[in-house]
């Protein structure tokens, strides 16, 4: 099975940046979609961004452009770094990871992201 930990969360000024990783456990992320959702208080888990073993990546419009999904398939890492934060992306974030269409998730325990001034 995957275990993916996730790290990089904080709290950080709008405009600012943070990137955050994804580190995998007992299996490797080669031949996963690799997945970042977050989700905040009072609101239903979103995808942030996702991103075929391929390299096919899918963002949602809200962080188009300001962040960007990557992974490291020799280290086993998947990387969100974001830049231009807001207050609205204030979340616990949470990795994720797929094999397939018939295949089970895999979650991250999740970082918290805390935008504020």
């Known amino acids: 099975q995957v275990q993916l930990v996730e790290s990089g969360g904080g709290l950080v000024q709008p405009g600012g940046s943070l990137r955050l990783s994804c580190a995998a456990s007992r299996s490797g992320l080669r031949m996963y979609t690799m997945g970042w959702y977050r989700q905040a208080p009072g609101k239903q888990r979103e995808l942030v961004a996702t991103?075929?073993?391929?390299?096919?990546?899918n963002y949602a419009d809200s962080v188009k452009g300001r962040f960007t999904i990557s992974r490291d398939n020799v280290n086993d890492t998947v990387y969100l770094q974001m830049d231009s934060l807001k207050p609205e992306d204030t979340a616990a974030y949470y990795c994720?990871?797929?094999?397939?269409?018939?295949?089970?998730?895999?979650w991250g325990q999740g970082t918290q992201v805390t935008v504020s001034s």
């Open positions: 991103m075929t073993s391929g390299g096919s990546i």
């Open positions: 994720n990871a797929k094999a397939g269409v018939w295949s089970r998730s895999y």
